[in-house]
């Protein structure tokens, strides 16, 4: 499954207030049915559901269940930082390919690049780094932060 990319440099998508507030109702709760995501905003559920569906196919949104990896028997969480040469969007497309990684993203600063991965243990974790990370080109050096205990994880945080 490959999820809609997110980039810094693509340009923002204007939504009215209707289609936020649809949005915000989903951050809520991504179960919500459409008839009472309807009553909130002043839509009909059909209104709703072709809203819903014409930002889940722009990209502005996705309808995912957020879990806990750790009780799913992922034992090792990790951010890597990526220090690189060369066109790191050409290697951020790389490291996107590599299923363990949930997150990639370009950055300034110490780190080129930083990935999060999501391992069943650190077998899996030294084996990632070893045999599919540090090995693709323009990779000059990582820097890995192990995850220890997840305190918080909410995507709640509105459209501004």
């Given amino acids: 499954m ?25 951050q809520v709760d991504g179960r919500r049915s459409y008839a009472d995501i309807g009553k909130a905003v002043g839509l009909s559920e059909a209104a709703v559901r072709q809203r819903v569906q014409r930002l889940t196919e722009s990209g502005v949104m996705q309808i995912v269940a957020v879990t806990d990896p750790m009780q799913l028997g ?61 090995n693709l080109p323009g990779v000059h050096s990582t820097e890995t932060f192990v995850y220890l205990k997840l305190q918080k994880q909410f995507y709640n945080w509105g459209t501004r």
């Fill in 2 to 26: 490959t999820n809609a990319p997110r980039s810094a440099s693509s340009r923002p998508v204007h939504l009215d207030d209707v289609s936020k507030a649809i949005i915000e109702q989903l």
């Fill in 74 to 134: 992922f034992t090792r969480q990790a951010m890597i930082g990526i220090r690189a040469g060369g066109d790191t969007r050409e290697l951020a497309e790389r490291l996107a390919e590599i299923p363990e990684l949930d997150y990639v993203v370009l950055t300034a600063g110490s780190f080129d690049l930083m990935a999060e991965v999501v391992c069943e243990n650190d077998e899996e974790l030294i084996n990632l780094l070893n045999s599919r990370i540090r």
